[in-house]
């Protein structure tokens, strides 16, 4: 099955790059079409149209509101992935009528063979002559992401519990690091072990059945300094916070 990316943005190469297949890929910005090319070992081409002839499966890597743009150049599609944000199935299947649509909602990690995808499942089911096209996109996901199906109602949750998370948990570690120098460390040693400390707390977190707090409680002792490190946590608002950006997320998507 070959892959062609229309759009050779961040979340596209991530994507392509995890699947580490040569795709072929357009972006108007050649540049970002021929980096990925380079690096997939694939090939940049000069339009979205002959994206679309040449691929099996056209992936769409642009931004949504460039949707109906995009799909006049693609429009010789003869499948379509979706990664874009907030487009539903049916405004996919307008914008391509009568072709096989995947809807997907990916994260970054995907680059580094640790991402999740979720992908949409209309209320009505996969139709019988979407299966194949499905399926053999499903296996290509397999080798980056922990694969979900979900019903496409909650595809806009599901962008708000990890589509965005690399971004939230950069930004705790970042905020760590910034704490961490204030008392003497360097960045560089900070960074890293906040990166293996965040590698670690998944891990267990997995291994424990994802019970966050039996986690929480294994490093929490009465009065210890975890339990007051999470009370000025608490006092600093970060539960409500947590769930004002998950409400935003949502709203946006
Ligand atoms: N980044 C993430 O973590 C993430 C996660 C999940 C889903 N997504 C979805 O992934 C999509 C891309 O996001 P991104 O963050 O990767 O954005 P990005 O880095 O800006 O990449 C989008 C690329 O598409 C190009 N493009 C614009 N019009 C096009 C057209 N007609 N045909 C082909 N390419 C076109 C853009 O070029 P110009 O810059 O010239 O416009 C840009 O290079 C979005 O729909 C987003 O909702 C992103």
Do not use: W
Request: with cysteine; aromatic share 2%; hydrophobic share 45%.
């Amino acid at each position: 099955m070959r892959l062609g990316f229309l759009g050779s943005g961040n979340m596209a190469s991530a994507l392509a790059r995890g699947i580490g297949e040569p795709v072929l890929c357009y972006d108007p910005v050649a540049e970002r079409a021929r980096a990925l090319a380079e690096e997939t070992g694939g090939e940049a081409v000069p339009d979205g149209r002959t994206l679309a002839e040449r691929a099996d499966v056209v992936v769409l890597g642009h931004k949504p509101g460039q949707l109906e743009d995009a799909a006049r150049e693609a429009g010789a599609a003869k499948a379509v992935v979706s990664i874009l944000g907030g487009v539903g199935t049916e405004a996919l299947r307008a914008a391509y009528p009568g072709r096989p649509v995947v809807r997907l909602m990916p994260n970054t990690p995907a680059g580094v063979g640790k991402g999740v995808i979720a992908v949409a499942v209309e209320p009505g089911g996969v139709p019988a002559d979407e299966r194949e096209v499905r399926e053999g996109v499903l296996a290509l996901l397999c080798r980056c992401a922990e694969v979900v199906e979900l019903p496409e109602a909650q595809m806009a949750a599901a962008t708000a519990v990890f589509g965005v998370l690399p971004a939230y948990v950069s930004l705790f570690a970042e905020a760590t690091v910034d704490a961490a120098v204030r008392h003497g460390m360097s960045p560089q040693d900070a960074g890293r072990m906040v990166a293996a400390g965040i590698e670690g707390s998944a891990a267990l977190l997995a291994a424990q059945g994802h019970d966050t707090l039996a986690v929480r409680r294994g490093v929490t002792s009465p009065g210890g300094s975890t339990a007051r490190g999470l009370r000025a946590l608490d006092r600093g608002g970060l539960r409500e916070a947590v769930q004002d950006a998950f409400d935003a997320v949502v709203d946006a998507s």
